[in-house]
């Protein structure tokens, strides 16, 4: 069967994503920064919920406000104008939107028509070519079903996201997104405006397009 055009796929995956309502996946995290693969578990439900966790607790809770994250021995609570994710998941396209509201910025390179699966569902696949700072070409896999990204990855390997397990009848307890930990500080401009700065300092292989933020991105080491 081929793969239908980007144009297509990202609006399904599009659509998937507003209607998804609930889920739970184990995400393999390589490079941007990382010293090796490593795991983390993402809980999400809408609207704009999110949890993640490692093997050392959690690295991030998103109430619907604010991101609550470690920033060294502390934590800091960052208001945010909608989801917030690490660049490895916002590349998912999960979280913000920009993957499939700009289909038109990425160059459909090449498409992947024999059956391939990610997570043990079958995808499509498709390789594109991003305009940005740092212009590089990326692989992009689709759940055939939901349309959900389940995977991408630099063409060199060096760099992606694959979910490993992937729960959609997952529902979230009532307090799963509710922060019970120690008061955070509040991060001000200054410091914020610091951050950006030392971002851009920052070799990234995602482009702009995909979702660059100034929020802080712990366990993924990607800043």
Not at 106 to 115: G, I, K, M, T, V
């Amino acid at each position: 069967m081929t793969t239908p055009p980007w144009r297509e796929l990202a609006h399904r995956a599009r659509a998937a994503l507003d209607g998804i309502g609930a889920c739970a996946a184990t995400v393999v995290l390589t490079g941007m920064g990382t010293a090796a693969p490593r795991r983390v578990d993402v809980e999400f439900a809408e609207p704009n919920l999110w949890r993640i966790t490692g093997e050392e607790g959690l690295l991030a809770l998103h109430d619907g406000e604010a991101v609550h994250a470690p920033v060294g021995e502390q934590w800091e609570r960052v208001l945010t104008g909608g989801c917030w994710l690490p660049s490895h998941l916002l590349t998912l396209g999960w979280g913000e939107p920009q993957l499939f509201e700009q289909p038109r910025a990425f160059r459909e390179a090449a498409f992947f028509d024999e059956p391939h699966e990610v997570a043990g569902r079958p995808v499509w696949s498709v390789l594109l070519s991003a305009p940005g700072r740092k212009p590089h070409d990326m692989t992009v896999s689709l759940d055939r079903e939901t349309a959900l990204v389940l995977r991408w990855a630099s063409v060199d390997g060096l760099h992606g996201a694959e979910v490993e397990a992937l729960d959609l009848s997952w529902r979230a307890r009532p307090d799963v997104f509710t922060w019970t930990g120690p008061a955070p500080t509040a991060v001000g401009e200054e410091s914020r405006r610091a951050r950006e700065e030392r971002i851009d300092r920052c070799p990234d292989p995602a482009p702009p397009e995909f979702g660059a933020t100034g929020a802080p991105r712990p366990g993924t080491g990607s800043r």
